[in-house]
């Protein structure tokens, strides 16, 4: 099982969006996914589960009081299994901060399920902070996946994101941490400035930039609200589509070996 983080500290740049779709593409491709909503406000949770229904989340693994395994859920998706979120996760900036091992706590949570053959990849929805739990997901994860909006505000959150980055290898928590792909969010082709990011994002990193740009549509803001992915809200329109290009690139990219950020903000 894979480990990637979805994450970017600025919010509002279509993360969660980005890590529901994403594994719901790659589950309808019959690839095994399992989605772990590390966000306190659970808004994968809502979509793919219940916050209602009382289910412990990822927050009791955190603070080793259940086994990470123990708290995978079955979707309505086949393929698709989800460890919900809580809000007692937004209590875990205190308490597990507070343990010797505090930004570790994640990474041995998911060792069992690592060695097991149930999951091909594990996608962590991180919440739009620079706190313990995106600090857990980074040390727990083999690589990150930073969904940028197109616009330039982007790529000062990148430069931040890219020196934690480099801090939790520092720290020898995860040293083989890297940015193995960078997705544009909310393209909007009509727009000037639009294009002119995402020119200089290619510039910049190069081949670590996936081909495929998510647009921006109004569906994406419908289909939460309903409970439904893209795929059950607007199967075919352009933000289904886009998300299907990303699950085959994605998938290709893991097959083939990819490039990574690094601590330059090279590719290599």
């Known amino acids: 099982m894979k480990v990637i983080a979805v994450t ?40 793919l589960g219940d916050k209602e229904a009382g289910h412990p989340s990822i927050y009791e693994a955190l603070i080793g009081v259940r086994a990470a395994g123990d708290l995978i859920l079955p979707t309505r998706l086949p393929h698709l299994s989800l460890v919900p979120a809580n809000l007692d996760l937004a209590g875990s900036e205190i308490e597990v901060a507070r343990m010797d091992d505090h930004m570790l706590r994640l990474q041995a949570a998911l060792e069992r399920l690592r060695g097991e053959d149930r999951f091909d990849y594990a996608l962590l929805d991180c919440p739009p902070s620079l706190g313990i739990l995106m600090s857990n997901a980074l040390a727990a994860a083999q690589e990150i996946l930073v969904p940028i909006q197109c616009e330039y505000y982007a790529l000062e959150g990148l ?43 290619r510039n910049h990193f190069e081949e670590v930039v996936y081909k495929t740009v998510i647009p921006r549509t109004v569906r994406f803001a419908e289909a939460p609200s309903h409970g439904r992915t893209i795929f059950e ?31 330059r903000g090279r590719t290599r």
Request: aromatic share 4%; hydrophobic share 40%.
């Open 8 to 47: 970017n500290q600025k919010g509002g740049v279509g993360k969660t969006t980005t890590t529901v779709n994403l594994a719901a593409a790659l589950a309808e491709k019959k690839a095994r996914i399992l989605l772990i909503d590390l966000d306190p406000q659970g808004s994968a949770t809502s979509v």
């Open 159 to 201: 430069g931040l994101l890219m020196e934690v980055t480099d801090r939790i290898r520092e720290s020898g928590a995860n040293p083989a941490l890297a940015i193995s792909g960078l997705l544009l969010t909310m393209f909007d082709s009509r727009t000037n400035l639009n294009p002119a990011v995402e020119k200089e994002v």
């Open 233 to 263: 809200h607007d199967p075919h329109g352009p933000g289904a589509t886009a998300y299907r290009k990303l699950a085959k690139e994605f998938l290709d990219r893991q097959k083939k070996g990819m490039a990574f950020v690094n601590d």
